[in-house]
């Protein structure tokens, strides 16, 4: 079945420095891909999403390309801030079942 | 305010002893599901519902009943719950299975 693969955390960063966490996806057809984030005490809120190939997906300084040849849509952002601390979830939607299928999450650290 | 909400947010109970977390979205919502989320594991759907009376199992569904009888509210019971049930659970909700899912704050449940 489909399924989603994203790096073990945590990472831990200093302030302005870049930020990459990976993900790689595998499935069947053509998923639509996106990077949930959590922060503290709440719950997951959409951070970007892609729905085809090459689309790239960006929010608040944060990007992702979905790359059909890598089968993957790594989390960039060029300057984290401490703010930036949570968990990231990177998630599928699975055409098949119309399931949203999400990976076990990263968790980052930001230091001033 | 759009929102999803639940209730209770955290919760210690004893093995066997029936229990109800409630989810309410004011969004006027077709889709809700929802899910638990542990350490290493991610988030994984326990039941899904596509509208009022249309209930369906997620991909760890044993142990837990829902029922959708408004639109607006999809509660998860635990008839006899056991400490293997013990977890992080997320109510979620958007229009259609295909777009962008609402989150909760979460319910941790803690069985003795």
């Known amino acids: 079945g489909d399924s989603v693969t994203q790096m073990e955390g945590p990472v831990t960063l200093s302030e302005e420095a870049f930020l990459t966490i990976n993900c790689t996806y595998t499935a069947t057809g053509y998923p639509s891909l996106f990077w949930y984030v959590q922060y503290p005490g709440e719950g997951l809120q959409l951070l970007l999403k892609a729905t085809k190939a090459d689309d790239k997906g960006s929010n608040k300084g944060f990007e992702a390309t979905y790359r059909k040849e890598t089968t993957s849509f790594h989390l960039e952002k060029g300057s984290v801030q401490v703010s930036d601390s949570a968990v990231y979830f990177c998630a599928l939607s699975d055409n098949n079942t119309d399931k949203l299928i999400f990976g076990t999450g990263t968790r980052l650290q930001v230091f001033p | 305010e759009a929102q999803v909400t639940q209730n209770p947010r955290y919760l210690i109970t004893v093995t066997g002893k029936k229990l109800t977390v409630t989810c309410s979205q004011n969004m006027n919502h077709e889709y809700m599901s929802w899910y638990r989320q542990d350490p290493g594991l991610g988030l994984r759907q326990i039941y899904y519902s596509m509208n009022v009376e249309v209930t369906d199992k997620g991909d760890v569904p044993e142990g837990y009943k829902v029922s959708r009888k408004e639109k607006r509210n999809f509660p998860l019971i635990l008839e006899s719950p056991s400490p293997n049930q013990t977890s992080l659970y997320f109510c979620?909700?958007?229009?259609?299975?295909?777009?962008?899912?609402?989150f909760g704050p979460g319910t941790r449940l803690l069985v003795l």
């Open positions: 979620a909700s958007s229009h259609t299975d295909q777009e962008t899912q609402y």
